[in-house]
Nanobody
């Protein structure tokens, strides 16, 4: 059974940074696409950033502020978020799947709140 567990969310001031973690079990991350999504209150879930086989796909609002890194030994991926803005406030989810556009397993989410 595949499980994804996010951690690292919290409260940060505008301009600050956070690093989210997504630990996988039951699946080797490096063999699949991995993505981060977010959902703000009252809004639909939206794609943030994803990586697969060396390729990375970004949402326009990322604009170089967010990056993904990997620790293969821990089967964990990280989302480094810099220069955070209040509009980045959302629940962030990691996901794993067959391509950058197709995800079949999701984590439970972690709250990120950016204060102005």
């Amino acid at each position: 059974q595949v499980q994804l567990v996010e951690s690292g969310g919290g409260l940060v001031q505008t301009g600050g940074s956070l690093r989210l973690s997504c630990a996988a079990s039951g699946r080797t991350f490096s063999n699949y696409a991995m993505g981060w999504f977010r959902q703000a209150p009252g809004k639909e879930r939206e794609f943030v950033i994803g990586t697969s086989a060396g390729a990375t796909r970004y949402a326009d609002f990322v604009k170089g502020r967010f990056t993904i890194s990997t620790d293969n030994a821990k089967n964990t991926k990280y989302l480094q978020m810099n220069n955070l803005k209040p509009e980045d406030t959302a629940v962030y989810y990691c996901a794993s799947g067959g391509s950058l556009y197709n995800y079949d397993y999701w984590g439970q989410g972690t709250q990120v709140t950016v204060s102005s």
